[in-house]
Nanobody, 124 residues
Framework: QVQLVESGGGLVQAGDSLRLSCTAS????????MGWFRQAPGKEREFVAA????????NYAQSTKGRFTISRENAKKMVYLQMNNLKPEDTAVYYC????WGPGTPNEGSYDYWGQGTQVTVSS
């Protein structure tokens, strides 16, 4: 069983930056494709960004492209989400997820393991 733990959330003002981190532990001999998702109050969980096993490719939701950057350090079993120019509509609980078999896609059904989430609140 792989455990994922997110950190780095908090309360910031519009225009600020935050970096979220996700630590993987457990039987992680193989690297997984990783994704970030978020869920705002009263809304369904949505895709934010994903990165391939070796970090060679990534993809983003249209709403985050150009502002957010996903990266990873496989030796440390860490995945990051750098969020710049935050907006109030970015307020949500952010989850990292591991895609054991696939390349890392916007489809949350592809992901096998999920963290508990970290709250990001952006005030206007």
């Amino acid at each position: 069983q792989v455990q994922l733990v997110e950190s780095g959330g908090g309360l910031v003002q519009a225009g600020d930056s935050l970096r979220l981190s996700c630590t993987a532990s457990g039987p992680t001999d193989s690297n997984y494709a990783m994704g970030w998702f978020r869920q705002a109050p009263g809304k369904e969980r949505e895709f934010v960004a994903a990165i391939s096993r070796n970090g060679g490719s990534d993809n983003y939701a249209q709403s985050t492209k150009g502002r957010f950057t996903i990266s990873r350090e496989n030796a440390k079993k860490m995945v990051y989400l750098q969020m710049n120019n935050l907006k109030p509509e970015d307020t949500a609980v952010y989850y990292c997820a591991a895609d054991f078999w696939g390349p890392g896609t916007p489809n949350e059904g592809s992901y096998d393991y999920w963290g508990q989430g970290t709250q990001v609140t952006v005030s206007s």
